[in-house]
């Protein structure tokens, strides 16, 4: 709001720059900032209606009703002034077929950037990371899009694969209770993996593998031929052979695997000791478990307002969480900012205005008449009462 002169009494006159509404009033804006507050309280939070309209010591539906103008404020990420050290980057799958990417800053777990899409796509991954400086390391859960799209955009980041992640894989490939001897002993060396900490741990860890080999180099070289067992389905397929335990081979390979590419201790490099964690716990148990946690507690969004929630969730977990810091338009939408002496939106101020003059002349018109038809005496009354310090 800017200066625009004073009025008739000498009170003085504001005007908004952007939707050219006029209004008279102090220039402070205190309903409207309670309103925002009470809204991101309760849209944040896991706060109910009633208790976010008790802030304003108002009804729900009056509460839904004056908070209508926040859902257009869309809050965005700053990009970061300088590169972080290490990224951790993973999606969540939200209502309404959508899927948040996120990207944080390891160091200290603030986001830096998010992107809406349906999948974690190398596009999707692509887009996120065009909007950071490249960092030094990435850390993933090893999805083949987020390292494919890291690999293009940011060529000399080095990228480690979160730990809990493999532990997981090997878990999905053995069960949590194997049968056989070799994937017993191949599980308890994935449960080793998580305990690594340092760069004296990950080379006592590298001779497990080689050891558990020597063992169990027969058991995973043995296969089965279609004459041996002419019922199973890969017979049936027409394969003439298979890998007779498949599924240990595969955990223990992915293991020589990603030793190999360098994604399994990176954060035991010299350059990134201590400043890149080995696992994406702090975004998969912090902020994406905050969105689901937000979400669960306000079900019965519509889709739109559902991913207004899951930005304002991101956007609080910055260092400044101050939502009048950078407000901006919507892609197709219009911001209406509130106005000076109410705090609601300059259109219903209009619109406000002109209902009152209409029943302003109503009233004047009436009382020339000598009579108050159509309007019955309560109603002509009150209607005097509500306008009585009205000035238009």
Request: proline residues 6%; hydrophobic residues 35%.
């Amino acid at each position: 709001m800017r200066k625009n002169g004073t009025t008739s009494s000498g009170r003085q006159r504001w005007r908004c720059l952007r939707c050219r509404a006029s209004s008279a009033g102090d220039g402070s804006n205190a309903r409207g900032s309670a309103e925002f507050r009470a809204f991101l309280v309760w849209a944040t939070g896991r706060m109910t209606l009633a208790q976010a309209a008790a802030m304003l010591g108002v009804s729900p539906r009056t509460f839904i009703r004056r908070i209508q103008w926040c859902w257009r404020v869309k809050p965005e990420i700053p990009r970061p002034a300088s590169p972080c050290r290490a990224v951790e980057a993973d999606g969540t799958y939200v209502p309404y077929g959508w899927c948040l990417l996120v990207a944080i800053d390891a160091a200290d777990g603030t986001p830096v950037a998010f992107q809406w899409c349906d999948t974690e796509s190398r596009a999707a991954y692509t887009r996120l990371f065009s909007r950071l400086p490249a960092p030094r390391a990435l850390v993933t859960d090893g999805g083949a899009g987020c390292a494919a799209a890291a690999a293009d955009t940011w060529k000399d980041t080095r990228i480690q694969r979160c730990l809990v992640h493999v532990l997981r894989n090997t878990r999905t490939d053995l069960t949590c209770r194997p049968r056989t001897d070799a994937g017993k002993d191949l599980l308890k060396l994935a449960r080793k993996l998580v305990k690594v900490r340092d760069a004296d741990d990950a080379a006592a860890w590298l001779n497990l593998p080689d050891d558990w080999h020597t063992r169990y180099a027969d058991v995973i070289g043995q296969r089965t031929t279609a004459r041996d067992d002419p019922g199973n389905p890969k017979a049936r397929a027409g394969r003439t052979w298979w890998w007779t335990h498949a599924r240990l081979r595969r955990a223990y390979y992915r293991f020589i695997r990603l030793q190999r590419d360098g994604t399994l201790f990176a954060f035991c490099g010299p350059a990134a000791a201590g400043s890149v964690p080995s696992t994406t716990n702090r975004l998969e148990g912090g902020i994406n478990a905050d969105i689901k946690r937000v979400l669960d507690a306000h079900r019965g969004l519509t889709e739109e307002h559902m991913k207004r929630v899951c930005e304002w969730v991101l956007y609080m977990k910055t260092h400044d969480p101050d939502p009048g810091s950078f407000i901006t338009t919507a892609p197709g939408e219009t911001t209406e900012p509130p106005t000076a002496s109410t705090g609601l939106p300059a259109g219903s101020i209009s619109r406000g205005r002109t209902r009152r003059r209409r029943l302003r002349v109503r009233i004047r018109h009436q009382e020339r008449l000598g009579r108050q038809d159509p309007m019955t005496p309560p109603q002509h009354a009150r209607i005097k009462h509500t306008f009585r310090h009205l000035t238009l």
